[in-house]
Structure formats: C-alpha cells, structure tokens
C-alpha cells in the first residue's frame, strides 16, 4: 500500500488513505508495525484519512497503536497533503475532537504554513497531583485531548522522570500528554514534551496550545505566545473565540509498504 511520510517540526507522521485499508484486520498491530523507528518506516503517529463527501475526516493512531483524538500537527500535516493535491486556501477536517478550519499561509517547496482554528480550551484548572510522595502543581485542561502541564524548569532529566510518571499516572485514567514549561518573555515559552502513546517528541501541536494556556492564565505570558520546542517555534493566540495555532508541515515523500507475508 501507499503512505505519505510528512512532519511537522520533527513530530512526523504516516498518512494512509482509509481505502488502502481495506484489507487490514488489526490497525492496532498496523500502526505499530510502520511507525516503528527501525524495524519499520517510523513515525510518532499513523495518521487515517477517508474522503468520501464532506470534509475530509483523519483519524490518528499513536506509535503504540492507541488511538488520540487529534494532534494539532498532524492535523497540519494533512492539510499539507491535501493542498498538494491541489490548490486550496481554505481547509476543513473533520477530527474525533470535531471539525478544524485551516487557512493556508504560505508554501515554500513541499513545506506548507497553515493558520488552524483548534477550539476553546476546556476544563483548564491548576491542581496538585502526587507523584512519587511529592506535591506537583500542574495545569490540567483539554484542547481535543487530555493535557498536563508543569510551569517551571524545563530539563531532559525532568522529562524522563517527571513528565513520564504524569503520562501514566492514575489521575489520567486515558492517559495524558505532558508538556515541561518554562515562561522566557512575557511572547515566548519554552517546552519539551511527552507525548501520551510515543514519548519525547521534537514538537506538538495540541501540546503547544495546552502549554500557551498554562503560561497565560498562571505564567503570566501575553495572550499570543511563541511556543518553543526541540523541533522549532509555532504560535499560538488565545483569542475570544479560540486557540489559533500557526505553524508549518512538510511532506518528506510517498513510500510504498511491503506486507509481510
């Protein structure tokens, strides 16, 4: 079958046209089995896509097989797929975590910038939560997907332990993303990431406006924010009627998957 291998800041994704899929029993052993880094193609995520009247819908696999409702950069990353195809200013997805409007930016080569309409972010709140006999603060919210942010050091030892427990910890019955943040300028945060399903990632899209919420309501940051991450910069705006997320997507190439036999 075919897959189009894209990323988006280094979080990178397979995209497979629902119809390709036809024939296969077990997307959850799929999905681990093309994502894997080296016995696979690799990615973080395999991303679904169906066409079939309406929006175009996506449905999102992690590394490990889970599902997600949404990723906000993989929602760009199918945009990017589909504007290649053909010309499109105006793009809408329809995601478990409902339907995201898209507008395209720019395009240099195979790299697409795109504007998106992510939504409000819900049930945002501060909380202490255990972990490992100690008090953490952190802010919880939903913005399609389950969230945990910490304001406050930003570390690789931190990531590995601190934010790994959280991912996994019984608070988060579905499990959760956990982003480290730390308030540079009042226009600038920087994070890393543990992604619910995948681990360290080099950026996240829904992790970026989960952490600019965090920084603007207990952080102090202004209400449109750089997001920094390992893979590179999105921005985020906290607007009236909801987070904007502008970053670039990029497609690296078609690939054509051997099923084992």
Same mark, same amino acid.
């Given at each position: 079958?075919?897959?189009?291998?894209?990323? /988006?800041?280094?979080?990178?994704?397979?995209?497979?046209?629902?119809? =390709?899929?036809?024939?296969?029993?077990?997307?959850?052993?799929?999905?681990?089995?093309?994502?894997?880094?080296?016995?696979?193609?690799?990615?973080?995520?395999?991303?679904?896509?169906?066409?079939?009247?309406?929006?175009?819908?996506?449905?999102?696999?992690?590394?490990?097989?889970?599902?997600? =409702?949404?990723?906000?950069?993989?929602?760009r990353c199918l945009a990017a797929w589909l504007a290649h195809q053909g010309p499109a200013t105006e793009i809408e997805v329809d995601t478990d975590a409902g339907r995201k409007r898209l507008q395209l930016l720019g395009r240099e080569g195979t790299r697409y910038t795109f504007r998106a309409a992510m939504g409000q972010p819900e049930q945002?709140?501060?909380?202490?939560?255990?972990?490992?006999?100690?008090?953490?603060?952190?802010?919880?919210?939903?913005?399609?997907?389950?969230? !945990?942010?910490?304001?406050?050091?930003?570390?690789?030892?931190?990531?590995?332990?601190?934010?790994?427990?959280?991912?996994?910890?019984?608070?988060?019955?579905?499990?959760?993303?956990?982003?480290?943040?730390?308030?540079?300028?009042?226009?600038?945060?920087?994070?890393?990431?543990? =992604?619910?399903?995948?681990?360290?990632?080099?950026?996240?899209?829904?992790?970026? !406006?989960?952490?600019?919420?965090?920084?603007?309501?207990?952080?102090?940051?202004?209400?449109?924010?750089?997001?920094?991450?390992?893979?590179?910069?999105?921005?985020?705006?906290?607007?009236?009627?909801?987070?904007?997320?502008?970053?670039? /997507?990029?497609?690296?190439?078609?690939?054509?998957?051997?099923?084992?036999?």
């Amino acid at each position: 079958m075919n897959l189009v291998k894209t990323h /988006a800041f280094g979080n990178d994704f397979l995209l497979a046209d629902e119809r =390709e899929l036809t024939g296969v029993s077990d997307l959850t052993a799929f999905a681990r089995a093309v994502c894997e880094r080296h016995r696979g193609i690799g990615a973080d995520g395999l991303l679904i896509f169906g066409r079939s009247g309406g929006a175009p819908t996506m449905r999102l696999l992690n590394a490990d097989g889970s599902p997600s =409702e949404i990723s906000g950069n993989g929602l760009r990353c199918l945009a990017a797929w589909l504007a290649h195809q053909g010309p499109a200013t105006e793009i809408e997805v329809d995601t478990d975590a409902g339907r995201k409007r898209l507008q395209l930016l720019g395009r240099e080569g195979t790299r697409y910038t795109f504007r998106a309409a992510m939504g409000q972010p819900e049930q945002v709140r501060q909380e202490s939560i255990d972990v490992s006999g100690a008090a953490v603060t952190a802010v919880t919210l939903r913005v399609g997907n389950p969230q !945990c942010v910490v304001l406050g050091e930003v570390t690789t030892e931190r990531l590995h332990s601190l934010a790994a427990a959280l991912a996994v910890h019984p608070r988060f019955p579905e499990g959760t993303n956990v982003e480290l943040a730390r308030v540079e300028l009042p226009d600038r945060v920087h994070i890393l990431i543990w =992604e619910r399903g995948v681990g360290p990632t080099e950026a996240s899209g829904t992790g970026a !406006c989960a952490a600019a919420v965090a920084a603007i309501a207990y952080g102090g940051a202004a209400r449109a924010v750089d997001v920094v991450s390992p893979g590179g910069t999105q921005r985020v705006e906290w607007l009236d009627d909801g987070l904007y997320l502008t970053g670039w /997507a990029e497609i690296v190439g078609e690939v054509r998957w051997i099923a084992p036999r």
